[in-house]
């Protein structure tokens, strides 16, 4: 809880015996950014500064304090910087404000590309102790690394970007590859490959790790420190065991 005096002279201390017209201290905590100052039009703009610069264990933004002193109606000292804090659920004068809170609920809540495993030999098929190239595709629907999503929280417009941390490859049989970056390919170059020690149909997907960065006016990014998994859907490797023939020439 932030101890700050309601009246020159005090030392935080609520005092009840002071007259209406006493000299008595008002606050105003507002997003540090250039443009906020409590006279400005701008009060309750925001900036990524604001947003960037709270350690992850505070609720943020950073606000800068301000206070003046008042008698009754009269201003008898103006708005003056008095120190900064992360700690905005208990600053005074504070006013529900963008966080990265809201940013982190907003970064979960974007509609994912979400990529599709295939398989080389073609068709999804494969014989045991043969190497299967696998490869991932993006899905035309969803927001891809590298695309922006636009929304409006709390009456600002904010755009977020996701990117990816990395994809883990499962190969239905118990095993799994990743994390990775690697989109994997076809022979010979790809990158991404499994073995089926047995016959069977194995249901294959990867999992893609996604982070994203935020930005306000478009210009700056800067990184949500959050990441979300998302399953793909899944792809069905049927595994044949090869039969050996005899032919008579």
């Known amino acids: 809880m932030l101890a700050l005096p309601n009246y020159p002279g005090d030392g935080g201390g609520l005092i009840v015996d002071r007259a209406a017209d006493a000299p008595r201290y008002e606050y105003a905590s507002l997003n540090d950014c250039p443009q906020v100052h409590p006279d400005s039009p701008n009060e309750e703009s925001t900036c990524q500064h604001a947003l960037r610069d709270c350690p992850p264990e505070?609720?943020?933004?950073?606000?800068?304090?301000?206070?003046?002193t008042v008698a009754g109606d009269v201003v008898l000292e103006p708005w003056d910087s008095k120190g900064l804090t992360c700690a905005s659920d208990v600053a005074p004068g504070a006013r529900p404000t963008l966080t990265m809170a809201d940013l982190k609920a907003q970064f979960m809540r974007t509609p994912w590309a979400k990529p599709q495993v295939s398989s080389q030999p073609k068709g999804n098929i494969t014989l045991v102790n043969l190497t299967t190239f696998y490869r991932v595709d993006w899905s035309t629907g969803g927001f891809?690394?590298?695309?922006?999503?636009?929304?409006?929280?709390?009456?600002?417009?904010?755009?977020?970007?996701?990117?990816?941390?990395?994809?883990?490859?499962?190969?239905?049989?118990?095993?799994?590859?990743g994390p990775t970056v690697s989109t994997g390919g076809v022979y010979p170059k790809g990158d991404i490959t499994h073995v089926y020690r047995e016959r069977g149909e194995f249901p294959t997907r990867v999992l893609t790790t996604f982070g994203a960065d935020f930005s306000l006016d478009g210009t700056r990014w800067d990184p949500i420190p959050s990441t979300v998994t998302v399953p793909g859907p899944v792809t069905t490797i049927t595994v044949r065991e090869a039969q050996a023939v005899l032919v008579n020439h």
Do not use: C, H, M, N
């Open 58 to 68: 505070e609720l943020g933004p950073l606000l800068r304090i301000w206070r003046r």
């Open 144 to 177: 891809a690394p590298g695309e922006v999503d636009q929304s409006v929280l709390r009456g600002i417009p904010v755009r977020i970007r996701p990117k990816l941390v990395g994809f883990t490859y499962v190969f239905g049989d118990g095993t799994t590859y």
